[in-house]
C-alpha cells in the first residue's frame, strides 16, 4: 500500500521543466530517500508534496489526499522539516512547541501531554525551558523533529535534515529517525546529499537526474545495478547522473549550505 503516491507530476518555471513526469510511489513506514545532484529537482518535489508549490500537470495523493483538492487535508497528515532552520531563536523550546500546538488545533487537553513527550522522545527535557538561540544545531535539528510530529503525522517530509551538523549531530538525528520508523511506523522521506546517510536510513532510494528519475532501488540493489563488487552509493550517484559529489554547487547552493551552517553553529 502506498502511502504517497505520484502520477506524471510535473512542474515547470517558464521554460524549464523542473520535475518531469514522476511517477512514484512510497509505502507505509518506508524511509525513503531522493538523492541526486544540485538541480536536480529534489526540493521541487518535496514541496509539491507538502502542498508548499502546486503541480503543474499531474497529480499526486499523500494518506490518501490529492495534494491541489485536499490541500488542507494533506498538511494535517503530514510534517515537515526544512533545510533551513524554522525555529524560533528568542523563544523556549516548550514555547516553540505549545504555538505550533496551537496552529496544528491540537486539543487544550493534550498539549502538555503530547509536549512533554516530544522533548522527551529528542532528549531536549532539561533544556526545555532555555531560549533555542542558545542550542547547538544538533539540538535545533531534534528540536524541529519535536515540532514536526507534535500532531501525530503519517508522513514526515525532511529536506536535507543534516546539512550543516557536525558527525555526531548527525548519528544523533540519525537515531531519532530511526525511532520514529520503529516506534511509530511513520513514513519517512527525505532528501540528502550524503550517500552514507542515504545507505544507513533509506529502505529505497531514486536517484534524480535533470528532473527525472534516473534509478530506483534498495541501496543494495542500485549498487550491484553498476556492475561492480565494491561499488559505494558514491559510485551509483556518479554512474546514473554523471556527476561527481564533490561538484560543489551552484552559488545559491553553496550560499544556502553556508547560511544554515553558521545558523546551526
Known amino acids: 500500500m502506498h502511502i504517497i503516491e505520484t502520477d506524471s507530476l510535473t512542474r515547470r518555471f517558464g521554460e524549464l521543466t523542473a520535475v518531469d513526469s514522476l511517477d512514484l510511489g512510497v509505502g507505509v513506514g518506508e524511509v525513503f530517500g531522493l538523492l541526486g545532484p544540485n538541480g536536480a529537482g529534489k526540493t521541487t518535489?518535496?514541496?509539491?508534496?507538502?502542498?508548499?508549490?502546486?503541480?503543474?500537470?499531474?497529480?499526486?495523493?499523500?494518506?490518501?489526499?490529492?495534494?491541489?483538492?485536499?490541500?488542507?487535508?494533506?498538511?494535517?497528515?503530514?510534517?515537515?522539516?526544512?533545510?533551513?532552520?524554522?525555529?524560533?531563536?528568542?523563544?523556549?523550546?516548550?514555547?516553540?512547541?505549545?504555538?505550533?500546538?496551537?496552529?496544528?488545533?491540537?486539543?487544550?487537553?493534550?498539549?502538555?501531554?503530547?509536549?512533554?513527550?516530544?522533548?522527551?522522545?529528542?532528549?531536549?527535557?532539561?533544556?526545555?525551558?532555555?531560549?533555542?538561540?542558545?542550542?547547538?544545531?544538533?539540538?535545533?535539528?531534534?528540536?524541529?523533529?519535536?515540532?514536526?510530529?507534535?500532531?501525530?503525522?503519517?508522513?514526515?517530509?525532511?529536506?536535507?535534515?543534516t546539512v550543516g551538523l557536525d558527525p555526531l549531530a548527525r548519528q544523533v538525528v540519525w537515531q531519532h529517525l530511526r525511532l520514529l520508523r520503529e516506534q511509530y511506523r511513520m513514513t519517512i522521506f527525505l532528501t540528502t546529499h550524503f550517500m552514507d546517510e542515504a545507505d544507513s536510513l533509506c529502505d529505497r532510494v531514486a536517484i534524480m537526474n535533470l528532473g527525472r528519475i534516473a534509478a530506483l532501488g534498495t541501496p543494495e540493489d542500485l549498487k550491484a545495478s553498476i556492475g561492480r563488487p565494491d561499488a559505494t552509493l558514491d559510485d551509483v550517484f556518479a554512474h546514473y547522473t554523471g556527476h561527481d559529489l564533490d561538484s560543489g554547487g551552484n552559488y545559491r547552493e553553496i550560499s544556502r549550505n553556508r547560511r544554515t551552517a553558521a545558523r546551526l553553529g
Open 45 to 161: 518535489v518535496v514541496k509539491m508534496l507538502t502542498t508548499l508549490l502546486p503541480p503543474t500537470s499531474g497529480r499526486a495523493t499523500v494518506a490518501g489526499f490529492d495534494v491541489q483538492k485536499h490541500a488542507a487535508q494533506v498538511r494535517a497528515q503530514i510534517g515537515y522539516v526544512p533545510q533551513l532552520v524554522s525555529v524560533d531563536g528568542t523563544l523556549t523550546a516548550y514555547e516553540n512547541l505549545l504555538i505550533f500546538a496551537k496552529i496544528y488545533g491540537v486539543p487544550r487537553s493534550e498539549r502538555q501531554p503530547r509536549i512533554a513527550a516530544a522533548l522527551q522522545f529528542v532528549g531536549l527535557e532539561e533544556a526545555s525551558h532555555r531560549q533555542v538561540r542558545t542550542y547547538s544545531g544538533g539540538m535545533m535539528r531534534r528540536l524541529e523533529i519535536a515540532l514536526a510530529i507534535l500532531h501525530r503525522p503519517r508522513v514526515l517530509f525532511l529536506d536535507e535534515p
